[in-house]
């Protein structure tokens, strides 16, 4: 993908949920000083609570952005990303959550003002494959727990039982280049929910390789049914399931905007 990228020639977006742990009324002012050094002086603002991003999404969707920068939790980033692979536009993402799943994956573990000025000062392009379900999408990885889940990865022709199942994308799996045309699922047996927590959280980072209880297969559909309601995590943020549910690999799905070095 070309690299020159030419963020004053950009019409860019910025989007701030207040109600994230890290964020308060001051990340505006802060932000924007940091726009403003790097050329970008009049870009679109919505600074606000939680209640008040399904309208701010709404009014950026009608501005035909070419970037937009989201300062939020898990929820807001995974909804700004969707968006941004619809419309294919630029995002930066920003952590200002409690896991920050996609900001952590692409700048590392570091603060949200130290992210963003490393990116505005030298930006480079990175193309994202991703996963689908239940209409959703996410960019590094579903996380689906319920009693008696299992899950069919087609293209192993393998059935398991199990009480975890991890889909990772190719951004955060140490088996994977980026450029790799699959998910990677993780069927992990275990014996309590703290168990699940802590291969999950693991698994999203790539520590968890070696441990017995997990079994892995490379695939672009994988499967998962329960006799009850199932709940997951994607990216972070928790949705339901309903008893079953199909997961799709998605190439190209997103491009976002890291620092060059």
Partial sequence: MPNDIRLPELKVGVIINTSSGSCDLESEQKMLSVLTEAGLVEPKVWC???????????????????????????????TAAEACAEKGSYLIPLPGGTMNML??????????????????????????????VANKQ???AAIVGAPALWTQARESVREREAEAVIVICPLVSEEMSDSEQALEAAVIDVENAAEVIRLATAATFGKWRDDRKVHLAKTKRVAVQSNKEMSATLDGESVNLGMRAEIDFVPRALTVLVPAK
């Fill in 48 to 78: 606000g609570e939680a209640k008040e991003m399904e309208r701010f999404f709404a009014e950026a969707a009608g501005q035909k952005l070419e970037l937009l920068i989201v300062l939020g939790g898990d929820g807001t980033i995974r």
């Fill in 138 to 140: 996410f960019f590094v």
């Fill in 103 to 132: 900001p952590r994956a692409l700048y590392g573990n570091v603060s949200w003002e130290e992210a963003f000025k490393n990116t505005i000062s030298g930006p480079s392009a990175k193309r994202l494959s991703g996963g689908r």
